[in-house]
C-alpha cells in the first residue's frame, strides 16, 4: 500500500483472531485465508507429509512435531484493498491464556465450529472472553465435507447456549458426500464447487442465480426441495441482519462452509470484509483514543523469545491503537517513564520478517526487545497516557522447576526470566526464603512440556518438575495486610507472584469455598490484578 492519510489507512485496515475448540480447524483455515488474500500460492497442511509444504502459521519445532499450533504468530496480506492482521492464535486447549492476551489486540472474531460437533468447551470459554471485550463475533461452521449435525440445529444450538443470534449470510446444501454448493443469501446465488485433491490450490466455482432452471440438474431432487423448505423458514423467522447488533456482539453472522476443500472460503472473507469492524477506539488513563488520534501510541500484547534460533533474538508485539508508526521513531514507554528508540520494526509473517518503514492503526509490528517490555506495556507520542494492562487468568497446574546442574544456573535463571516475559507460563516464589526454585503455573500439561523444551533447545538447560497438589490460585486483592491475622490454612499454600503480591494456592474447589467462608472480609480474584485507569502517575503531563 502506498502512502495514505491517517482517516484512509484506518478505514482500509481489518484486525481479527480465530477463536476455536482444538481440531476444529483453525490452522487449515487460516492457510486458506492466506491463500485467497494472495499471501501464499499453495496452502500447506498441518501434519505435513514429506510432499506437502508445512503450515506457514506454525513455525516452533514442537509443532512441527505435534501438528498443532502452540503459540500466537501475527498474519499480515492485502485483499480487495484492505489490509488484513490476522492474529493467529493457538489450536490448543493448554494455550488458552496467549490466547486471551491476543484477543485484547483483535477488533473482530472469527468462531469457528466444527460441523459435526457444533459447541465445544474451549470455544464457549473463549467466546466469554470476546463476550467481555464487546467484540463482533464472525462464525463459520467448518467441515460441511464431512458428515455434520443439522444446520438448523448448530443455528439454534449458538442463540440459546451463547446467546448470540445467528444470521445465517450463506446456507449449505447437503453435508459430507452430499455436500454440493453453498447458497449466499445476499446475492441470492448458488455457488458450485468444483472438488480439488486436498485443497492445496484455490477452488472454481460456479455461480447460477436463485430460479434458473439448470439448478434441479445440478442438485439432487431431495436436496433441493430440503433447501426451500429451509430458506423458507430462515426468511420467515429469522431477524434480519442488523450491523449494529453485530458490532456490539450481539447477532453473529453464520458461514458455512469446507475450509480443507476450500469451499465457501472466499465467499466468508468477501462478506468478512464488507461487515467487520475496522479498528477502534481505547480507553486509556487520557480517557477513550480513537485510531485517527495524531499521536502514535500503542500496546504490547505479547513477547517471543528466539523466533530465529540463529539470532537468539526478542521480539515485542506492538498492536498500533493511534496515529501513524514510522520507522527510527522516538516514543515514549510509560511503564519506564523514558523515551525509546524504535530502530528495527518489523513486519511478521509466522517466521518470516520484512523490515518496515511505517504502520498504522490496527497493524502489529515486531520490535527488537532488549529486556525493556513486559506484556501490556504502552508506548506513546504527546501527552502522556497508558492503555489498561492485560491480564493473567488463573492457572490449574503447579509445580516446583528444579535445575539439577548448578554450572547452568545463570543460563537456568536467564530462560526463566524471558520465558516468563513473554507469558509462556506464570512464576510464582513461595514465601519461604529457603525454598529459592521458582513455582511454575500452567493452564495444562503441555505448557510445562513446552517449558521444558524450550529451556533445553534454546537455552541448554536439563530440568525437572516436582507437581504440586494445587488446582486454584487466587490473587488476594487487599494484599498482604488481609492474611496477617489468618491462622494456619487447611490444604492452602501462600505464595507470591513476580510483583510479590499475595496469591493462595487451593488444592481444589471445596478447600477455596472453605476459606471463603472463613474469611468473608478477604476478597479473592481469579484473575491478577492490572494497573486501573485511574490518575496518570510520573510527571502529569
Not at 498443532?68 to 501475527?74: D, F, K, P, R, W
Not at 460456479?206 to 440438474?217: A, F, H, S, Y
Not at 481505547?282 to 500484547?301: D, R
Request: glycine residues 6%; negative net charge.
Amino acid at each position: 500500500m502506498k502512502e495514505l492519510d491517517l482517516a484512509k489507512a484506518v478505514e482500509q485496515r481489518r484486525t481479527f483472531a480465530i477463536i476455536s475448540h482444538p481440531d476444529a480447524g483453525k490452522t487449515t483455515l487460516t492457510e486458506k485465508l492466506l491463500l485467497y488474500g494472495g499471501a501464499i500460492q499453495e496452502a500447506g497442511a498441518v501434519k505435513a507429509r514429506r510432499a506437502q509444504k508445512r503450515a506457514t502459521s506454525d513455525w516452533m519445532e514442537l509443532e512441527k512435531q505435534r501438528g498443532i499450533s502452540i503459540t500466537s504468530t501475527v498474519l499480515q496480506f492485502d485483499y480487495r484493498n484492505i489490509r488484513l492482521n490476522l492474529l493467529d492464535t493457538p489450536g490448543h486447549q493448554d494455550f488458552s491464556e496467549d490466547t486471551y492476551r491476543t484477543l485484547a489486540a483483535a477488533d473482530n472474531a472469527v468462531m469457528l465450529e466444527d460441523a459435526g460437533k457444533g459447541l465445544e468447551t474451549q470455544t464457549r470459554k473463549l467466546f466469554e472472553v470476546c463476550q467481555m471485550r464487546g467484540l463482533p463475533i464472525f462464525t463459520f461452521i467448518n467441515k460441511m465435507d464431512r458428515p455434520s449435525r443439522d444446520p438448523l440445529e448448530l443455528m439454534d444450538e449458538i442463540e440459546t447456549e451463547l446467546g448470540l443470534k445467528p444470521y445465517p449470510v450463506n446456507w449449505p446444501i447437503g453435508s459430507g458426500e452430499r455436500f454440493t454448493a453453498l447458497f449466499d443469501r445476499r446475492t441470492q446465488e448458488f455457488h458450485f464447487f468444483e472438488r480439488v485433491s486436498g485443497g492445496r490450490l484455490k477452488v472454481q466455482d460456479t455461480v447460477i442465480k436463485l430460479g434458473d432452471p439448470q439448478i434441479e440438474e445440478l442438485i439432487d431432487k431431495d436436496l433441493y426441495y430440503q433447501f426451500k423448505e429451509e430458506l423458507e423458514l430462515l426468511d420467515g423467522l429469522m431477524p434480519n441482519l442488523d450491523l449494529k447488533q453485530v458490532h456490539s456482539g450481539k447477532q453473529t453472522p453464520v458461514f458455512f462452509g469446507s475450509a480443507m476443500t476450500n469451499f465457501g472460503v472466499e465467499l466468508f472473507l468477501n462478506a468478512f470484509l464488507e461487515y467487520s469492524l475496522p479498528p477502534m477506539p481505547h480507553e486509556s488513563t487520557a480517557g477513550l483514543i480513537p485510531p485517527e488520534h495524531p499521536e502514535f501510541t500503542g500496546f504490547v500484547f505479547k513477547l517471543q523469545a528466539n523466533m530465529d534460533p540463529r539470532h537468539r533474538d526478542r521480539v515485542a508485539f506492538v498492536r498500533i491503537c493511534s496515529g501513524k508508526f514510522e520507522k527510527d521513531m522516538v516514543v515514549n514507554h510509560a511503564r519506564l517513564n523514558r523515551p525509546i528508540r524504535l530502530s528495527y520494526p518489523q513486519k511478521l509473517f509466522a517466521q518470516e520478517r520484512i523490515s518496515i518503514d511505517e504502520a498504522y492503526p490496527g497493524d502489529v509490528i515486531g520490535l527488537n526487545n532488549p529486556g525493556i517490555f513486559t506484556i501490556g506495556d504502552t508506548i506513546y507520542t504527546g501527552p502522556k497516557l497508558r492503555y489498561a494492562g492485560i491480564p493473567s487468568f488463573s492457572p490449574e497446574l503447579f509445580a516446583y522447576l528444579k535445575n539439577p546442574n548448578p554450572s547452568k544456573f545463570k543460563q537456568f535463571q536467564k530462560g526463566v526470566a524471558e520465558l516468563r516475559e513473554e507469558g509462556a507460563v506464570q512464576i510464582m516464589y513461595s514465601i519461604d526464603d529457603s525454598k529459592r526454585d521458582p513455582i511454575v503455573a500452567a493452564v495444562g500439561q503441555l505448557q510445562f512440556e513446552v517449558l521444558q523444551y524450550r529451556l533445553e533447545s534454546e537455552y541448554n538447560v536439563e530440568t525437572r518438575l516436582e507437581m504440586l497438589p494445587y488446582t486454584l490460585a487466587r490473587w488476594v486483592e487487599n494484599g498482604w495486610k488481609a492474611l496477617e491475622n489468618i491462622p494456619s490454612l487447611f490444604n492452602t499454600l501462600v505464595v507470591k507472584d513476580i510483583q510479590d503480591r499475595p496469591v493462595l494456592l487451593f488444592k481444589n474447589e471445596w478447600t477455596l469455598q472453605q476459606f471463603a467462608a472463613s474469611n468473608p472480609k478477604i476478597k479473592l480474584s481469579k484473575i491478577a490484578p492490572i494497573s486501573d485507569l485511574g490518575p496518570e502517575l510520573g510527571d502529569g503531563q
